[in-house]
Structure formats: C-alpha cells, structure tokens
C-alpha cells in the first residue's frame, strides 16, 4: 500500500536542476504536526538523510546550499528544489513523514523516484 507519492525523478545532466514532490495517498492525512524528510539511497550504497521540515528545515552537508526543501500545505505536498546537481547526487529518492518528530523513524514512506545525474 502506497502512503507517499513521491514524482518528478528523472535523467539531468551535471549542473542541472530537478524538483521532487511528494504527497501523501488519499487514504492519510498528514498535516503540519508531522516532520516531513527526503532521503536518498545511491546504488550499492546506505540510505542517507538529506533533508526535513518541520519546526524548521535542516540539511546534510552534502547538499546544503544546492537543495532546498519547502512544503505546500494548502496542497499537502513536499517538494525538493535540487540545484547544481553532481553526479554523487544519482540515487533513489524517497519522502517519508513522523508525527510528531524528525526520526529517527519514520511512519509513512514513498516508494522513491529516481534521479540520474550524468556528467
């Protein structure tokens, strides 16, 4: 069962830019007491946190300054505007929502969107 739908993936060359929504399935309703977060999983590689909102919005170092993360919640949708994209930044993208608290676990996930970024 799908909780989160996570679109907009797809083939960039290096430089370029991307932006990821995710929104929840109609069978949920998340709302702004829930931290909202992006994470990624590169091929052969551990599934890396990269950003989330909630009270505030925070970063891994590895994208802070080329990523940011903004939520619409008159569309209940989270987005993940990716600028200057590098070839390190290829992999699975997923949403996921915590009520309550960012992590370290999360409820609901997406079921990821890819992103390739060629150099």
């Known amino acids: 069962q799908v909780q989160l739908m996570e679109s907009g993936g797809g083939s960039v060359q290096a430089g370029g830019s991307l932006t990821l929504s995710c929104a929840p399935s109609?069978?949920?309703?998340?709302?702004?007491?829930?931290?909202m977060a992006w994470f990624r999983q590169g091929l052969g590689k551990e599934r890396e946190w990269i950003a989330d909102?909630?009270?505030?919005?925070s970063y891994a170092n590895s994208v802070k300054g080329r990523f940011t993360i903004s939520r619409d919640n008159a569309k209940n949708t989270l987005y993940l505007q990716m600028n200057n994209l590098e070839p390190e930044d290829s992999a699975m993208y997923y949403c996921?929502?915590?009520?309550?608290?960012?992590?370290?676990?999360?409820?609901?996930w997406g079921q990821g969107t890819q992103v390739t970024v060629s150099s």
């Open positions: 996921a929502a915590q009520r309550g608290s960012c992590g370290p676990l999360y409820k609901y």
């Open positions: 109609d069978d949920i309703y998340i709302d702004r007491s829930y931290c």
């Open positions: 909102r909630y009270l505030g919005t």
